[in-house]
């Protein structure tokens, strides 16, 4: 009877027994697993730039990005912000489609030939914006980056970059090495994620980006080409000297 009492005790446990706990999802495939035509995410990304003896500059971008089978294809972001010295307001839409970029702003509405709205700034090598030195919606350096942290615990990675580290994700990085930080969600796609660089001349450049609305449709089209001019003697006079776009599209002209 003592056997089996303890027999129906131990299947009991069994069968009430906490199953073992899930792998944690592989963001690389999360993040792959959204490359649908006609669907995309949102993003809302704070830069700051911190010079000993000045004020701050901080510059805010929010917007939508539109993903093909391989990732993205079209971007629609506006970038919000303000410069100490001299004292201004800022505010610019940059829509790229492909390899082309839009941008549309007060800065130099004047400058542009009457009936125009739009910049055609030219051909860059990639089709998305973003202030970030390493580019999560790009599979390889999402996983580069993963390579190198030093904990995935809780869904945080975090970790530091060398010089040499980034340049071998990006291919072209001019900057310092870069601490990270790096949230994803249940699903293994990120929701946020945060980068300083700190220059030699003591300079401190933080971005802080914040995911959302993956998934949700989206179609993002190039401005009419009637509203549309371009003018690489402007281009280089307006967007050199604003430098708000990111360097490798600059550099890629």
Sequence with gaps: ????????????????????????????KALKSQFMPGHGAKISELLRVVVKGK???????????????SG????????????PEPSRKL?????????????????????LPEGKA??????????????????LFRPAQLKGLLSH??????????????????????RIYYGPGVDYRLSVGASGLPSRFSTSQKEPSGSLETVDTRYSGWGHKVT???????????????????LQELQLLPNEALASR
């Design 1 to 28: 009877m003592k056997r089996v009492l303890a027999a129906a005790v131990a299947a009991a446990a069994l069968v009430t027994a906490t199953p073992a706990q899930a792998a944690a999802p592989d963001p690389v």
């Design 55 to 69: 004020k701050p500059v901080a510059l805010r971008m929010t917007g939508t990005f539109e993903f093909g089978k």
């Design 72 to 83: 993205v294809v079209a971007s629609d972001v506006t970038v919000r912000g303000s410069f």
């Design 91 to 111: 505010r610019l839409r940059i829509v790229t489609v492909g390899k082309q970029i839009y941008v549309q702003s007060d800065e130099f509405k004047k400058e």
């Design 118 to 135: 739009w910049l055609r700034v030219g051909k860059a090598s990639r089709s998305e914006t973003t202030y970030q030195p390493i580019d």
């Design 149 to 170: 942290a030093k904990s995935g615990t809780g869904g945080l990675y975090r970790g530091t970059l060398t010089i040499e580290q980034a340049r071998k994700l990006t």
């Design 220 to 238: 993002i089209k190039a401005p009419p080409e009637e509203l549309v001019t371009s003018s690489e003697e402007l281009i280089d006079e307006m």
